[in-house]
T-cell receptor, first 117, second 113 residues
Framework: DVKVTQSSRYLVKRTGEKVFLECVQD?????MFWYRQDPGLGLRLIYF???????EKGDIPEGYSVSREKKERFSLILESASTNQTSMYLC????????????????FGPGTRLTVT | GNSVTQMEGPVTLSEEAFLTINCTYT??????LFWYVQYPGEGLQLLLK?????DKGSNKGFEATYRKETTSFHLEKGSVQVSDSAVYFC????????????FGSGTQLTVLP
């Protein structure tokens, strides 16, 4: 059974703290993603990675950074947490396409609900 | 750029009612289209998909047909159950992107017994 796990289901942090959200997948997928989910806005892509040590900005990267030192692990870092980063954070992974016609299901973790006070 | 527009929620139905959740998209080329479902307290999981025009995706009694002429991918189910209560997301992957999905805002469905 495929598995994407996230380090915490719920997290409460103070403004200005450095926050690490960890994601691990056991499917040997090349691609990993971080989204945030907010009511009425759906999922918005923060960063993604298609290989170890590689990263690309998504739609809303400001205030975030990422790290991918190992293939199975993708970390999201909030350098200095702010209240507007209170949200649900979802990690996902997917395999790299082998042909142009491949369509890849993204497998999601259960999410981390972060509250910044 | 790419975008996905879903009908506003929340949607509340009685058990065995007919469900339609509208989804329209804007994309260049020939995108692949997806419906994801998020049950309470869980991450998203793929419900169904279609990769070319006129394809019909189906799973668990849900169906959606890729309509290029109307740029739509509406989700339907003939008879909903209480266990279908969840948030439903329409998404697309453009033909130029091997990796990224663009999601709609999600539609909350509640089915009452």
């Amino acid at each position: 059974d495929v598995k994407v796990t996230q380090s915490s289901r719920y997290l409460v942090k103070r403004t200005g703290e450095k926050v690490f959200l960890e994601c691990v997948q056991d499917m040997d997928h090349e691609n990993m993603f971080w989204y945030r989910q907010d009511p009425g806005l759906g999922l918005r892509l923060i960063y993604f990675s298609y290989d170890v040590k590689m990263k690309e900005k998504g739609d809303i990267p400001e205030g975030y950074s990422v790290s991918r030192e190992k293939k199975e692990r993708f970390s999201l870092i909030l350098e200095s947490a702010s209240t507007n980063q209170t949200s649900m954070y979802l990690c996902a992974s997917s395999p790299f396409p082998r042909t142009s016609g491949d369509h890849y299901e993204q497998y999601f973790g259960p999410g981390t609900r972060l509250t910044v006070t | 750029g790419n975008s996905v527009t879903q009908m506003e929620g929340p949607v509340t139905l009685s058990e065995e009612a007919f469900l339609t959740i509208n989804c329209t998209y804007t994309a260049t080329g020939y995108p692949s289209l997806f419906w994801y479902v998020q049950y309470p307290g869980e991450g998203l999981q793929l419900l169904l998909k279609a990769t070319k025009a006129d394809d019909k995706g189906s799973n668990k009694g849900f169906e959606a047909t890729y309509r290029k002429e109307t740029t739509s991918f509406h989700l339907e189910k003939g008879s909903v159950q209480v266990s279908d209560s969840a948030v439903y997301f329409c998404a697309l992957r453009s033909s130029g992107s091997a990796r990224q999905l663009t999601f709609g805002s999600g539609t909350q469905l509640t089915v009452l017994p």
